[in-house]
């Protein structure tokens, strides 16, 4: 099975290695641990080196029902929710998270870390297990046409946003300055998903209304 195939190669990687060699490896060895079935849609599923496949899709291929590809998923998700490449994945992926407020993006990863060399073709794989697998502690979500690692889902950075604007849009009448507006913007991030701060305030950014003062500072004059 050319989905499975991959992931199935045992020369890539040594099965009782106790670091992978990088980001790709660790997810080879991760399957190692999985039956040939298994491997295979898990590798269908998560798009590794192929295009990501429905769970129809899988069905149809392999001859079995779509219930009977779900219930496969779940149970391999099972087999490897322990395996300790997510425990090292999670604190790579975590220490360039730690203090930053500005937006990971994935392609630029493996130009500041080499052990994620590759990582630009596992945007789709990586998706899928940081769903699956919530001990890594991170998610990949869309912004700017561009895929970011962060500590927020996709769904906390729309409500982020929708309650930063609401925010803004509540202050405007009251005029505060811009440092005042843009910092009461931002704290809705505060302990959750930090690292998109400047990304949120780029966003809110795009719908205030400013007003200079005779002394070149601003202050919101509106919101919208």
Known sequence: ??????????????????????????????????????RSVWAGRLGFRCQPMTLKQI?????????????????LYRKIHNHPFWDELSRRVNEHLQGRTSPLFLHGLSAIDPWFEGIEQL???????????????????????????????QRQWIEANDEANSLLMAIADQNPSEGDALSQ???????????????????????????????????????G
Do not use: Y
């Not at 990687?13 to 490896?25: G, K, P």
């Not at 899928?128 to 895929?147: A, G, T, Y």
């Not at 780029?202 to 601003?218: M, N, T």
């Open 123 to 153: 945007v789709n794989p990586l998706r899928e297990v940081s769903e699956h697998i919530k001990r890594l502690r991170f998610n990949i979500l869309n912004w700017s046409d561009m895929p970011v690692i962060s500590s927020l889902s």
């Open 59 to 75: 069905a149809d291929q392999i001859g079995v029902t779509r219930e009977r590809i779900r219930q496969i998923e779940v149970k």
């Open 1 to 38: 099975d050319s989905e499975g195939s991959d992931l199935d190669d045992e020369s890539q990687i040594e099965s009782n290695s106790t670091l992978a060699v990088d980001v790709t490896s660790g997810l080879i060895e991760v399957a190692q641990k999985l039956g040939q079935n298994e």
């Open 185 to 223: 913007a931002a704290s809705v991030l505060i302990g959750k998903g930090e690292d998109m701060r400047e990304a949120l305030l780029e966003e809110v950014s795009k719908f205030c209304v400013w007003s200079v003062l005779p002394d070149g500072s601003r202050i919101l004059a509106g919101f």
